[in-house]
């Protein structure tokens, strides 16, 4: 089973140079919406394995990448393709919203 890709500010453009859509996870361990979203980003990673690249940034140890991308409220879910932000969901929703959005950059 695929696990999520951990993001830190180091690996970041490399993660964002794949081929493949990415969706990026930016949580913290004390968000309450984050640990009811951590689940279906697991399902996800494993879902799209292969197909897309589905990672998490813990936005207390990763400020850089955070701060790039303007996150002010977490969780914040953003789907990259070709390195440009394509899509972005801002709270916790159900699987088939970020199903839907990977769906599209798939294509």
Known sequence: MAKPV???????????????????????EWCGPCKMIGPVVEELASDYDGKAVV?????????????????RSIPTLL?????????KQIGAVPKAVLSQKLEAQIA
């Open 6 to 28: 951990e993001i830190t500010d180091s690996n970041f453009e490399e993660v964002l140079n794949s081929d493949k859509p990415i969706l990026v996870d930016f949580w913290a």
């Open 55 to 71: 990672g998490k940034v813990d936005v207390d140890v990763n400020p850089e990448v955070s701060a790039k991308f303007g996150i």
């Open 79 to 87: 789907v990259f393709k070709n390195g440009e932000i394509v899509d």
